[in-house]
């Protein structure tokens, strides 16, 4: 409606016109595991990650599917 347009409308404004100070918590050359485990201590305050063997497994093949930029990289 009528209201969500305004929004739209304020939030575009805001983002032209205001400095944005954003900046990657993580070297995107890093391994999805160590991204994970940064993202799981500077987000959510975890103590790290551990991984499952199934979540081992799947974050494997992604790697080999392309899915990731760790194939890529090393």
Same mark, same amino acid.
């Given at each position: 409606?009528?209201?969500?347009? $305004?929004?739209?409308? +304020? ?11 954003? @900046?990657?918590?993580? %070297?995107? =050359? ?6 994970? $485990?940064?993202?799981? +201590? ?11 063997? @199934?979540?081992?497994? %799947?974050? =494997? ?14």
């Amino acid at each position: 409606g009528e209201g969500g347009k $305004d929004l739209a409308d +304020k939030v575009c404004q805001t983002i032209e016109s205001k400095k944005s100070d954003f @900046k990657p918590i993580y %070297d995107e =050359k890093l391994s999805i595991k160590e991204k994970l $485990d940064i993202i799981a +201590k500077e987000i959510y305050r975890a103590d790290g990650v551990n991984f499952t063997a @199934k979540a081992e497994k %799947d974050l =494997k093949e992604i790697i080999s599917l392309g899915r990731s930029e760790e194939r890529r990289v090393g």
